[in-house]
Nanobody
Framework: QVHLVESGGGLVQAGGSLRLTCVAS????????LGWFRQAPGKERDFVAA????????YYAASVKGRFTISRDNAKNTLYLQMNSLKPEDTAVYYC????????????WGQGTQVTVSS
């Protein structure tokens, strides 16, 4: 079992920055991937970014590419999402997720952290 806890959300003005953190506890990962997703009110949960646990290869949604950076610290079992040049449309609950495989569904999810970007 894996337990994921996000932090770092908050209220920021458009153009500002936030860094989200997700700490994983329980089973250690040596393969698979970690990801960030977000869900705005009344909308489905969308993919934001992902990173392979073993080699650090990253993937981004087109809407955040060039503004957001996903990274991980293997020694600390911690995932980060640096968000720059934030826009009001980035407002959502952000979730981190973990998968033991490189493809397919994510197995574990955090409880989410709210990010609100004011115009």
């Amino acid at each position: 079992q894996v337990h994921l806890v996000e932090s770092g959300g908050g209220l920021v003005q458009a153009g500002g920055s936030l860094r989200l953190t997700c700490v994983a506890s329980g089973r250690a990962f040596s393969t698979g991937r970690l990801g960030w997703f977000r869900q705005a009110p009344g909308k489905e949960r969308d993919f934001v970014a992902a990173i392979r646990w073993n080699n650090g290869i990253t993937y981004y949604a087109a809407s955040v590419k060039g503004r957001f950076t996903i990274s991980r610290d293997n020694a600390k079992n911690t995932l980060y999402l640096q968000m720059n040049s934030l826009k009001p449309e980035d407002t959502a609950v952000y979730y981190c997720a973990a998968a033991s495989r490189l493809v397919g569904e994510y197995d574990y999810w955090g409880q989410g952290t709210q990010v609100t970007v004011s115009s």
